[in-house]
């Protein structure tokens, strides 16, 4: 089925110039760009985001790094998009990422880990709606 999918682009991957060569792995896969903006994000767009972490350990260094610079928030769509960005991005920890993954290729570390995808059709759904009005999206005809 065709899916929408939430990508940002990390604040690691924004500070390392490596957006379009990001955004073209997404594009070469089938998955079409259909609302983007650069933003730095706030504390509190942050803690809201990421909201079902926030009583993980590592959620203080998490929202700390995500707010450290600007990032690129984008809605993908096409075929099985959720699991297609999946395996684009790589496992969350770049040590663990697969070869030739975004991870893989252009991250450091679990916290500085180039992109955030989200994880179910049901996430995508909510985190595409927290930073879109549904008049932003701009669906292939
Ligand atoms: P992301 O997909 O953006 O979702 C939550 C983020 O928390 C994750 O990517 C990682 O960058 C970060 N993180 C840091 N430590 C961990 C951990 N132990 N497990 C999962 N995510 C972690």
Redesign the pocket.
């Known amino acids: 089925a065709v899916e929408r999918t939430l990508s940002i682009i990390k604040p690691d991957a924004v500070a390392k110039n490596v957006v379009g060569q990001i955004i073209g792995r997404f594009e070469k896969a089938g998955l079409s760009v259909i609302a983007a903006k650069m933003v730095q994000l706030s504390q509190s767009d942050a803690e809201g985001f990421?909201a079902e972490?926030s009583a993980r350990p590592?959620f203080k260094?998490?929202v700390s790094f995500m707010t450290s610079g600007p990032v690129v928030v984008q809605v993908l769509e096409g075929e099985g998009a959720v699991l297609k960005n999946r395996e684009l991005m790589g496992a969350?920890n770049p040590k663990e990422a697969e070869a030739g993954t975004i991870r893989a290729d252009f991250a450091e570390s679990?916290?500085a880990?180039a992109v955030?995808?989200s994880d179910s059709t049901t996430s995508a759904a909510r985190e595409v709606a927290y930073f879109f009005a549904e008049t932003e999206l701009c669906p292939r005809a």
Do not use: A, Q, R, V
């Open positions: 990421y972490h590592f260094d998490l969350t679990i916290d880990n955030h995808g």
